[in-house]
Nanobody, 128 residues
Framework: QLQLVESGGGLVQPGGSLRLSCALS????????IGWFRQAPGKEREGVSC????????YYADSVKGRFTISRDNAKNTVYLQMNSLKPEDSAVYYC?????????????????????WGQGTQVTVSS
């Protein structure tokens, strides 16, 4: 069964850091692109970061560029999102998602409908 499980969320003060993990079961990271999305209360889900299959090119939304880093460990079939210099506006439920690389391009990677499989989400709260 294809499955994604996020972990690593929590409460952190502004300026702090968290590392989210997305453990993937039965996915081949040579063929699946992995995205991180977030959704705050009353707001639409937004794409945060994406890592392509194969070469592992990385992409970031402007709102997190320079602060967040996406990476993956193929041996562990896990994708990470390192979040530094966190701000209160980063507070949201964070989801990882997987989709076929053939449908996820530079122009479509922030479209959640392109991703077939989603994790359950992990809450990130940035507050003093």
């Amino acid at each position: 069964q294809l499955q994604l499980v996020e972990s690593g969320g929590g409460l952190v003060q502004p300026g702090g850091s968290l590392r989210l993990s997305c453990a993937l079961s039965r996915f081949n990271l040579n063929y699946a692109a992995i995205g991180w999305f977030r959704q705050a209360p009353g707001k639409e889900r937004e794409g945060v970061s994406c890592i392509s299959s194969g070469s592992g090119r990385t992409y970031y939304a402007d709102s997190v560029k320079g602060r967040f880093t996406i990476s993956r460990d193929n041996a562990k079939n896990t994708v990470y999102l390192q979040m530094n210099s966190l701000k209160p506006e980063d507070s949201a439920v964070y989801y990882c998602a997987a989709g076929p690389q053939t449908l996820i391009t530079m122009t479509t990677m922030w479209e959640s409908r392109r991703y077939n499989y989603w994790g359950q989400g992990t809450q990130v709260t940035v507050s003093s």
